[in-house]
């Protein structure tokens, strides 16, 4: 059997992906809109994600004090400690770190949830039914993954802070306020709003792959986990690529 | 005798392929009000491909369609859905929603049919007393065995009391003890309705007992068409391998 080309393979689903996104936003623009299930969507994503993005924003923050302690004691500079991790946290590690979580956690979910609603016939009910498939299924996970990545991100990051500071507290004798007072000082809004712009764009692309997996799986019970699968690789590397546009973006603004 | 009846589906010339296969090649059928109909074919022969086209869900190559004087395949999304409400369908899966209970699996097909929001409760009951399972509203699908979801995709089927119904392969993978009993369901439903069925198997004893006529879809064509006695006398070795099985 010939083997299909794998750059042409790529182009085709590259194009199939813009044409997907192009027909999210016609969607989304048109009546009626699907608010009910988009609040379904957004409950469900952040009810699921949540104690699993704690714990990660938790460990994140206590492991990131616990090695950098170290390498600031040896200069003295441990009263950096607080502005430094803030800084880490909020501008980059945070965000990053707990997208891919919900990549691995939400992604692939959408992926499988659509991904075996399609092999069942599932969609093809919908839309025999007089519903838009696309508008029911794909708008909502889509906005709602755009609207509730972020809450999380910053949820995520706050949980993060008060890991660190435990240890700071425990390891450094720093109270919760000193160090608190001692991050916030530290932060600027160019620190905050670029993080935050760029962790509605990691929401978008986590609904954005998953559907698009899901709403295009073939190949029945095989393609599901396919599907499932590849979201969460797509997904991640998407994170990365979105990731250093807004890096290389807010440098130059900056 | 036909002439007088009035027709209800109709399909002229109509081709579908995908890739190099082709699965329709020149199909043509008519359906008048009130009949019974059992698309006949081997698996893969294109009879789920043929009621796809049907409904609108997959746009044939070429040929035409007309359904109630309608042609699917030329109305706007407001008019096919409008179209769609009057069509009954009944899934070879079933193709209940997971997440949903069955009281919403059965009130989904009312949303976009504001007027009749108010009878929900009642036409959700109607339905579920018509399939026989009433007790089963605020079951999830993943509770139901086999032929209960096949009952359950029956009563959401006849939510919108539909002039049509398609059935795709409504026996398959059931026991003989629920097939015969969804064969009994769907010869009361049809009563209970006066609907027009359209019924796609290849199951030669179950399409005996319910169909009016019988199109034997074959090579893509409507190879052969009558009732379950005339074929069954057929000497064309295609249509004995049919009933060879029995």
Sequence with gaps: MKRPNPVKTFLIELGDLFYFIGRFFRELMSRPFEFKELLRQAYIMGNRSIVLVGVTGFILGLVFTLQSRPTLAEFGAQSWMPSMVSISIIREIGPVIIALVAAGKISSGIGAEIGSMRVTEQIDAMEVSGTNPFKYLVVTRIMATTLMVPLLIIFGDAVALIGSALVEYIKGNVSFQLYFNQAFIALSFSDIIPATIKSFFFGFAIGLVGSFKGYNCKNGTVGVGEASNSAVVFTSLLLFLIDFIAVFLTDIFT | ?246
């Design chain 2, 1 to 246: 005798m036909e002439a007088q009846k009035e027709i209800v589906i109709e399909i002229k010339d109509l081709y579908k392929s995908f890739g190099q296969n082709r699965v329709l090649n020149g199909f043509n059928m008519t359906i008048y009000k009130g009949d019974s109909i059992v698309l006949l074919g081997k698996s893969g022969s294109g009879k789920s491909v043929m009621i796809k086209c049907l409904v609108g869900l997959m746009q044939p190559d070429s040929g035409s369609i007309k359904i109630m004087g309608d042609d699917p395949t030329k109305l706007s999304q407001k008019e096919l859905n409008l179209l769609r409400s009057k069509i009954g369908f009944l899934f070879q899966g079933s193709a209940l929603y997971d997440s949903m209970t069955v009281r919403e699996n059965l009130e989904f097909p009312l949303r976009i049919h504001p007027e009749l929001l108010a009878q929900k409760e009642t036409r959700v009951k109607q339905a579920l007393e018509s399939v026989g399972l009433l007790d089963a509203i605020d079951l999830m699908p993943s509770e139901l065995s086999g032929g209960m979801k096949r009952r359950i995709a029956l009563a959401r089927a006849i939510m919108l009391r539909p002039k049509i119904i398609i059935y795709d392969e409504p026996t398959t993978g059931l026991d003989p003890i629920t097939s015969k009993e969804i064969t009994l369901l769907i010869q009361r439903i049809q009563k209970e309705y006066d609907a027009t069925s359209l019924i796609i198997s290849h199951d030669i004893d179950f399409a005996k007992a319910i169909a009016s006529r019988i199109i034997m879809l074959i090579d893509g064509i409507n190879y052969a068409s009558g009732t379950a006695l005339e074929l069954e006398k057929s000497t064309d070795p295609k249509i004995k391998a049919f009933f060879k099985q029995t």
